[in-house]
Every structure is written in C-alpha cells, then in structure tokens.
C-alpha cells in the first residue's frame, strides 16, 4: 500500500480494543475505501477481522525498515514516532488506539502545511513543565529555542495531520538520547514532550509550515451539555460536527454509565457484533474481559505499589 493520503493508528495488546472501535469509526464516517494502516507494538493478529480489510496494512517490528526504529520507537507514547519515517503515506493522519473519528475530519486536511496540529489554548509555564518539557533545561540544552513564542500551539499528540519525512532521523535520536540521560527534561513520559519541541523548534527555523486547529475533543475535559448535544450515541449533533474523540486519562469501560466513555462503548460493541460477527451477549462478556484485564487489573496493581511504598516508609526494614 502506497498511497497519497491514508489515516495511522498506533496499537498494542493492552489498547487494541479501542484501535478496533476507532477503525469501525473511520469506515462509519469517512467510508470502506480510505486506506487505514495500523503500527502495532506486537503481533499483527491481535487486530482480529481488521486483518480481513484489503485497504488495511501493518507496520511492526518484523517489518520496520530501520534498525534504530525497530530497536527503540516501539513502546507507550512512542511507536507512533515510525509514521514520520516510514508511513505508507506521503500524507497521513495519525490517531492514538483511544480515539473516534466524527464526521468529514478530512476537512481539517490541508496539503500546504507539513502538519495539522490541534489548537486548544494558551499553557501557563506551569502546564508546559509538567506536560511538555523542563523550561530550564530546554534552555539549557536549545538556548536558542523561544519556547515562549509557542505557549498557545503546544498540543495533545493524540492526534496530528502530518507529512512523510519532516523529521531528520539524527534529531529524534538526539531527543531520546538527552531523555534518558536527563528524566527531568520530559517527565511526563511518552512522546508529547519531545515531539512537541522538536515540531516547534523546526516551526521557528523555518523548517516546517503548521497550523493549528480546534479539532480534537477530549471528553473528560468536556462539559455536560457538550457531550450531550454532540458527542453520546443519540446525539443530535449537527451534520457539519467533524472531531476526533481522545478518551485520554482515565480509560473508558463498561462498568459505568458516564456520558465521557458512552461513545467508545457504542462503538466497541457495534465492532464485535458488526465486523467479528458476536452474539451481543458474547460480545458484552469480552467487553466486560477486556476491561477488567486492561482497565482495573493495571489499577488494582498501581494501588498495591502504592499501599506497599506507603507501608515501607511507615515501617522501613531493618536493613535500610
């Protein structure tokens, strides 16, 4: 598959439940023929019937091109660095596995810039510290980067319009070789920090043309009202709406009535009755799986390190 324009889901075991409930999404809206191509930390088989779909692909470790990529970009909040390297498309829009897509989003596509970021406001220094990157040691390591200047373009990297090819590869080495030198530079984790940096350190270059849009709507951040009138399942919305859903933070599952998780529901159900052909009961039995695997065992286990590192400063050992 090569192709001018085509949609990049990056997924993994853990998140391929929501990776399928976004890939049901995309036909829903934007139709059987848009190629869609899923980068995947793991086997290619856990995407189930997707594999069925002629206008779908796969990127994973067995056929990632470059060593250093194959080597270091697969893992939580980076495998999507290999779509800027090695996208089967010259144009793409990447989504993380815990989005939707709503309506006609390919009118946000504009070919005249290198990437299509979302717009949501302007950060404090306070909120670019703790989800981008260390101001001091930004200016340390880029004296010559006004990260200032972006405070209102910083955005969530669930989802980005991008081309193929705007990074040198040198440069995201660079980033992952400071990261692991110096945690504090991007202690949030992930990829939103250092991508972040290296888009708008190469804006101010002048190396690379980015727009901003309002286009990504994160329901935990949303309002009542909001999700009512566009983003539930029997919404009203009107026929011009076009967004990509971000279930980001906490994940969405079954065990809850919240209109913030009702639209990934709906739409994983209506994957495992509709394209892997389940029996609504056996469908809603491995949604209810899916979820205490995924959602409350990693829970359960964070609370467990929690109370223990509780007790052991509590009651330190004798040895300590």
């Known amino acids: 598959m090569n192709k001018k324009f085509g949609i990049i889901i990056a997924t993994c075991k853990t998140d391929k439940h929501f990776a399928q409930a ?6 829903r809206s934007l139709g059987s023929s848009m ?12 995407l189930g019937h997707i594999l069925h779909d002629t206008n779908v692909s796969v990127i994973d470790r067995n056929t990632v091109k470059n060593p250093w990529l194959r080597q270091n970009c697969f893992g939580w909040g980076i495998t999507k660095m290999i779509a800027f390297y090695e996208s089967p498309f010259e144009y793409f829009l990447y989504l993380d596995a815990d989005t939707l897509v709503i309506g006609d989003i390919l009118k946000f596509f504009d070919n005249t810039f290198d990437m299509i970021t979302d717009y949501k406001r302007r950060y404090t220094d306070r909120e670019i510290n703790f989800w981008f990157f260390n101001t001091r040691e930004v200016e340390k390591l880029w004296p010559d980067f006004s990260w200032q200047k972006f405070r209102d373009c910083y955005f969530c990297t669930g989802t980005f ?5 705007i990074f040198n590869l040198d440069e995201l080495k660079e980033k992952f070789t400071y990261s692991s030198t110096n945690p504090a ?10 991508l972040n940096l290296m888009i708008f350190h190469s804006v101010q270059k002048g190396y690379l043309r980015v727009k901003s849009v309002d286009y990504q709507v994160i329901p935990v951040d949303s309002s009542e009202e909001f999700l009512n009138k566009y983003i539930s399942p029997q919404a009203p919305r009107p026929k011009d709406f076009s967004a990509v859903i971000h279930f980001c933070g906490k994940k969405p599952h079954i065990f ?5 998780v009702a639209l990934m529901n709906f739409y994983r159900f209506h994957y495992l009755t509709e394209i892997a052909n389940m029996k609504k009961i056996f469908a809603i039995l491995l949604m209810a799986t899916q979820d205490i695997r995924y959602v409350f065992f990693p829970w359960l286990k964070r609370g467990k390190r929690k109370i223990l590192k509780k007790i052991f400063t509590i009651f330190p050992s004798k040895n300590s």
């Open 22 to 27: 976004c890939f049901l999404s995309i036909r």
């Open 35 to 46: 190629p869609v191509c899923f980068i995947v930390d793991g086997e290619a088989e856990i």
């Open 161 to 165: 319009f991008s081309r193929r090819h």
């Open 185 to 194: 530079l991007f202690q949030f984790g992930g990829e939103m920090g250092f």
């Open 256 to 260: 809850t009535k919240s209109k913030k």
